[in-house]
């Protein structure tokens, strides 16, 4: 996927995509084809205004006489006839009703009079359609930073039931941004080194389908931000940046990781679906949810790396907002490289408003410790309860936990509304539940010693092995709450222990332990 995207089958099917216009033109008796807008026009060249295409001469005014001319006839297909490049000292404004194409992708439209709103701009504008074009914006190429006043794209604001096909956006701010749209759709189309996000849509656009999108050396990939019902399918982010590794851009975009851009940044928007996404060697964060519903189907990653301390692979916040987040079948999430000290796998700022639901392979082995997942908010597709000695579901009689030694005690009493499990060391002090030997674990446990550091919980991969993981509390508190994971080790069965030095009591309030089995 990181093969520069100048050259490709998509080249081919732009052109393939204009013969049809070209056929029907030329063939005698033969009907003026369709720009697919319901209305039925001839094609304009745009030479036929006084267009040149040298690179040189400013055609911006001749392109705009094109448009004009289409829509005053009530909509038609305006052509750039040959690759160009075609120079523009402004943004083209698009029409309604209008077809803007070039006769393959590498027709070429170059903003060069300065930093506009974007190569291609449009207003409450409806039923047109862009596409066949490569537009290149006004940032230098090899410019570090955000990308300044640098000009979009294509930036469109309030259009409806537009499609946008086959089109590239190089060296602009954003590649394509959409504001307060409706019912449209973007295929086949790429940001390539643009400084921020390669697709941005925002401010209420609804009811749209990107598909077969590419975000190449850009800041980031998507940023949907209250937006609601729309997909994205296969859409691919390469060597995205912004948020890379101090003095070390991945790519080209000079993104800065301390304000980073994110693979998916899907703030405040609802009802979005995700399919089949790809990222390959990126520096930024993965996915950002604040106030979300979203669903992420199969998501691949390759060579991703945590750097600093701040990064996170996956993000849900909000203080004022609910966040439901699923993700489904994922392939690398246990690739992604985690130097020492360096990022979270998941952050969930909060647990009582943020829910994030997994399925599937998805854990980051790399990131194996207290930081690395969250207690709360995280909810697992096939998790299974171990232990459970809750304050609300404890049970007074016996526990599962086993007690080799006869004169150790374990036992469940109730002093009002208090519940609490009771270990009291009188022979070896040890306390143990077979577990299984390979899963994702979380453990908690609340409650006090009578001595300092008098209590030891450790969970071995197999029995007599060394602990996998090991919790021993300095003061006379304890308060556990952790993920964890036990690799496979050839073992059938792990072991939790509770061991308890001589004289030492124990009360829990809370002894939980679940785990998401066999997770391979």
């Known amino acids: 996927m990181t093969q520069n995207p100048d050259t490709g089958r998509r080249a081919l099917l732009g052109a393939a995509a204009i013969m049809p216009l070209l056929t029907a033109s030329s063939s005698p008796g033969a009907p003026p084809p369709s720009v697919g807008t319901g209305r039925i026009a001839g094609l304009i060249a745009v030479t036929d205004h006084g267009a040149v295409g040298d690179g040189i001469a400013d055609d911006h005014a001749a392109i705009t006489r094109a448009i004009a001319a289409a829509r005053a006839q009530g909509g038609g297909t305006v052509i750039l006839p040959h690759a160009g490049p075609w120079r523009v000292s402004a943004p083209i404004e698009i029409a309604d009703d209008v077809t803007l194409t070039g006769t393959v992708q590498h027709t070429v439209v170059k903003q060069t009079g300065g930093d506009g709103d974007a190569v291609i701009t449009g207003r409450d504008k409806a039923r047109f359609r862009i596409a066949n074009l490569t537009l290149i914006g006004t940032r230098p190429p090899g410019g570090r930073g955000a990308g300044g006043s640098a000009c979009d794209g294509i930036a469109l604001q309030g259009c409806s039931y537009f499609d946008i096909d086959t089109v590239r956006a190089d060296y602009c701010r954003h590649g394509f941004r959409f504001r307060e749209c409706f019912t449209f759709g973007v295929a086949q189309a790429t940001a390539l080194r643009c400084a921020s996000y390669g697709f941005a849509l925002s401010d209420g656009c609804t009811s749209f389908v990107l598909r077969n999108t590419t975000s190449w050396g850009c800041g980031g990939g998507w940023s949907i931000a209250g937006c609601a019902y729309g997909s994205l399918t296969g859409c691919a982010c390469d060597l995205s940046d912004a948020g890379g590794k101090p003095g070390d851009p991945f790519g080209d975009s000079g993104g800065d990781y301390r304000r980073p851009a994110f693979i998916f940044d899907l703030s405040g928007s609802k009802g979005i679906a995700i399919i089949a996404p790809g990222c390959e060697n990126c520096n930024s964060p993965w996915l950002y949810a604040e106030g979300t519903q979203a669903t992420i189907l199969s998501p691949f990653i390759f060579g991703m790396e945590a750097h600093t301390p701040d990064w996170r692979l996956i993000q849900l916040r909000g203080a004022d907002s609910y966040s439901n987040v699923t993700i489904v079948n994922p392939f690398g999430f246990d690739a992604v490289a985690n130097p020492a000290g360096a990022g979270t796998a998941i952050l969930i700022e909060n647990p009582q408003r943020q829910r994030l639901f997994l399925s ?24 299974q309860t171990l232990l459970d000695y809750t304050a609300v579901t404890m049970t007074p009689g016996g526990t599962r936990l086993l007690s080799p030694h006869p004169d150790d005690r374990a036992s469940v009493t109730v ?88 004289g030492a009591r124990v009360d829990l309030e809370t002894l939980v332990m679940t785990c998401v089995e066999g997770q391979v």
């Not at 022979?427 to 009578?450: D, K, N």
């Open 415 to 502: 002093e009002g509304l208090r519940k609490s499990l009771h270990l009291v060391r009188g022979g070896t002090g040890l306390f143990q539940l077979p577990v299984p030997a390979e899963g994702l674990f979380h453990l908690v446990a609340q409650g006090r010693c009578s001595m300092p550091g008098g209590a030891t919980f450790a969970v071995l991969p197999r029995p007599g092995a060394p602990p996998a993981r090991r919790w021993q509390e300095t003061g006379s508190g304890i308060a556990i709450d952790e993920w964890f994971y036990l690799p496979p080790g050839g073992s059938q069965t792990g072991m939790l222990t509770i061991a308890l030095q001589p």
């Open 360 to 383: 599937g392979r998805w854990r980051v082995n790399a990131f194996d410790g207290g930081r690395a997942y969250p207690s709360k908010g995280l909810v697992v597709e096939g998790q």
